[in-house]
């Protein structure tokens, strides 16, 4: 596998450039200069050998001739003489050594005598031999006697031989090269050295330039370059300054937008968008922490609860922008009587939140009763008329044996809502109730409490009957409960509600009321031979909601001692207190469903219908004789119709209770609606007398959400 190189720097590209090419210019021209100093150095060795052999051979001629080895030897001593000769030798034509000088090493009679002038004999590493043929001169003998004649020879007398030593030459060349490459070096390293100081013009700026460029990478836009260079360089580090700042101006100017916008999505997250007042979540916020401070360290505060009077009359006759401009004022006109730390919020509609923080319950009657009092008197004109509104408050004191978050706005409902109940426009204050004993053991019995008489509370049951083809393979009867007034009257508990939740004994009752309703049931079903499918239903009011574990742990207990199936009860919760308190409802709906309970949405009309889609109930009791109230017949009909439709698309099944007209029985079949319930089909009887009354059994409703 190739391994890649490493990245380079600047610096060492830079020198690579100034480096690389000095360097391979100056490794060839030292190449070709040592390649041609060498021949020169080979070619005048050889030339300076052929020279003395060439010169030597015709001064030996006479030796030759004569045989004179003195001179011969005179000669080969002269040759000697020469630089690097280290052998020289003459021999005759017939190979015959007439005079030699030194040890030659590669002197060969046989090749000398191929020799037709002077040249290379041999050649190694540490010798050059060279030879020349000796050849005759022409002689002229003055004859004294006779006529003068000429003679001379045909081939060579003999050769010269000379060895000349290489060594010099090699340590000649070898000197040759060190020095070459030290020159070499040397202008590589000066080469280098001014390619550094050179680059370094280049590479500094621009590392500066890329380490600006990193650290504007990592967030850092503030960075910026000195602007000391010339030519290309400065002005691109002028203009990185420039973009710089350009890009430190945008993110400014974004980061001010996303903080503009952050801002106004947590504003938006917390606040009304039409008053600007901090909605139910914000507020519920605060309540807990009040609670936690009330708690941990004794501190005091009070909840107000503000709903408007006579709201509806200017929404309704003037139209929603008339109902948004007054629910505007009125906010306005909260803020200005609250003090700067109180809390006041929308909580939905035309209702409001007050939480009075540090604040005596006496201090807050007295800031309830001033803000009721500013609005009593405040007009709103609209469209040339003028419009008084009133305001109905429930008051409820925060200490240390307060209860919940749920429990404390609960009540504070609680006693707005009696406010409305007791003609409005006034401060009702609650007191809550604070728990005591465990509620696995307080709830077994579930005695009521000392202060209400059981001998004025009585058990009253109403059938609801199936329509169409459908059927029950049992009864089906709620439960009502019914109190005696002082006048031993039989009433409807709605008046006395509000004095029990204020006494805190409204958990209590609605625990005798299950166990009084089951007990019965259990009775009953003894006596019916459908005694599995016999099923009734309980109502709950504002203490089963804010405390689901306990009435849920009570009503497993209930069931398991009477041997009932919990799929027989179905608990039915109000619609207007579940709209109040949507996370409780949800919360009750699904332990009773795991508890096995089936579930119903009682007093419904339509309202609200996403209650439907977020609790899924097992039913959805329609109140008719409400809908008949606000609605023409035809247009309460359309409605039912519409209820009817969306339950059955979420697999709900659909009642119709308070059906007091024999029209409106005639027209739900038509409408869609499976169950019904009301005087037009049966009143309701003492549960105790109802045994006379069960109906012949039919078919079993299925629970929501299972195949029917």
């Known amino acids: 596998m190739i391994r890649r190189l490493p990245p380079l720097t600047i610096r060492q590209r830079l020198l690579m450039i100034g480096l690389v090419p000095a360097a391979l210019v100056a490794a060839a021209l030292t190449a070709y200069f040592l390649i041609n100093g060498t021949r020169s150095l080979e070619a005048g060795l050889r030339e300076r050998g052929l020279a003395i052999a060439g010169f030597a051979a015709p001064a030996a001629e ?16 002269a040759m000697l003489d020469q630089p690097q000769v280290t052998a020289a030798a003459v021999m005759d034509a017939g190979g015959r050594i007439l005079a030699v000088s030194g040890r030659p090493k590669a002197m060969s009679f046989q090749h000398l005598k191929a020799l037709t002038s002077a040249g290379i004999l041999a050649e190694s590493p540490d010798l050059l031999a060279v ?10 003998v003055d004859d004294l006697l006779a006529a003068t004649s000429t003679t001379s020879a045909t081939g060579p007398i003999g050769w010269v031989y000379v060895e000349l030593d290489r060594l010099p030459l090699q340590e000649r060349k070898a000197s040759i090269i060190w020095t070459s490459l030290g020159l070499l070096s040397i202008a590589l390293v000066i080469t280098g050295w001014l390619a550094k100081r050179m680059g370094r013009t280049i590479s500094i700026p621009i590392g500066r330039l890329a380490q600006a460029v990193s650290s504007m990478a990592h967030g850092n836009l503030d960075e910026r370059v000195p602007t000391i260079s010339g030519g290309e360089l400065g002005a691109l580090e002028r203009g990185f300054n420039k973009m710089a700042g350009s890009l430190s101006e945008i993110h400014q ?96 509609g035309d209702e409001f939140a007050l939480l009075l923080r540090d604040c005596s319950l006496e201090d807050a009657r007295r800031v309830a009763e001033g803000l009721r009092q500013a609005v009593e008197l405040f007009r709103f004109p609209w469209d040339g008329r003028r419009f008084s509104v009133g ?44 728990p005591g004993a465990p509620q696995s053991q307080a709830t077994l019995a579930a005695p009521l409490p000392a202060t209400i008489d059981p001998e004025r509370l009585e058990v009253f049951a109403q059938s609801v009957v199936p329509l169409g083809e459908q059927g029950l393979a049992g009864p089906w009867l709620e439960l009502l409960l019914r109190v005696r007034n002082d006048q031993g009257a039989l009433v409807p508990p709605q008046e006395f509600l509000e004095q029990w939740e204020r006494m805190g004994v409204a958990l209590e009752v609605d625990e005798w009321m ?20 016999f099923m009734v239903s309980l109502n709950i009011g504002r203490g089963a909601l804010v405390e689901p574990n306990r009435y849920c742990e009570f009503l497993r207990a209930a069931l398991q001692r009477h041997g009932l199936r919990p799929s027989q009860v179905v608990v039915e919760i109000p619609a207007d ?132």
Not at 62 to 77: A, D, H, P, T, W
Not at 683 to 695: D, E, I
């Open 391 to 434: 305001t109905s408050i429930g008051l409820v004191g925060i200490d240390r044996h307060t209860g919940s978050c749920a429990q404390v706005m609960a009540a504070a409902d609680s006693a707005c809502y009696r406010a409305k109940r007791q003609g409005r426009n006034q401060v009702v204050e609650h007191i809550l109730y604070a």
């Open 514 to 533: 299950a166990q009084q309703a089951l007990s019965l049931t259990a009775r009953l079903s003894g006596e019916s031979e459908h005694a599995e499918a």
């Open 62 to 77: 006479y030796g030759v001739i004569s045989g004179n080895r003195e001179n011969l030897s005179g000669l080969l001593q």
């Open 253 to 348: 100017d974004m980061q001010a937008r996303i903080n503009a916008a952050t801002e106004q999505l947590s504003h938006q997250a917390h606040h009304d968008a039409l008053t600007g007042l901090p909605n139910r979540r914000a507020f519920e916020a605060s309540l807990e922490t009040a609670l936690e401070g009330a708690l941990q360290r004794g501190e005091t505060h009070a909840l107000c609860f503000i709903d408007l009077d006579q709201f509806k009359i200017v929404n309704d006759t003037c139209g929603h922008g008339a109902g948004d401009e007054l629910l505007q004022r009125i906010s306005a006109l909260l803020r200005q009587k609250v003090r700067e730390g109180d809390l006041l919020s929308r909580t939905g």
């Open 577 to 708: 207190l579940a709209e109040q308190a949507p996370a409780e409802s949800l919360g009750l709906v699904q332990t009773l469903r795991s508890l096995g309970c089936r579930t119903a949405l009682d007093r419904f009309t339509g309202d609200n219908l996403g209650q439907l889609r977020s609790l899924r109930p097992d039913y959805v009791k329609i109140d008719c004789l409400r809908l008949h109230e606000d609605y023409a017949a035809e247009e309460a009909h359309g409605v039912i119709q519409a209820i009817a439709s969306l339950a059955a698309s979420q697999r709900i099944q659909t009642v119709a209770e308070r059906v007091e007209a024999a029209e409106c029985l005639a027209a739900l079949p038509g409408l869609g609606v499976l169950y019904a319930q009301g005087y037009a089909l049966a009143v309701p009887v003492p549960f105790l007398h109802w045994s006379a009354h069960l109906p012949a059994p039919t078919a079993q409703p299925p629970l929501a959400g299972q195949p029917e």
């Open 131 to 140: 030879a020349a043929p000796v050849r005759g001169s022409p002689l002229e």
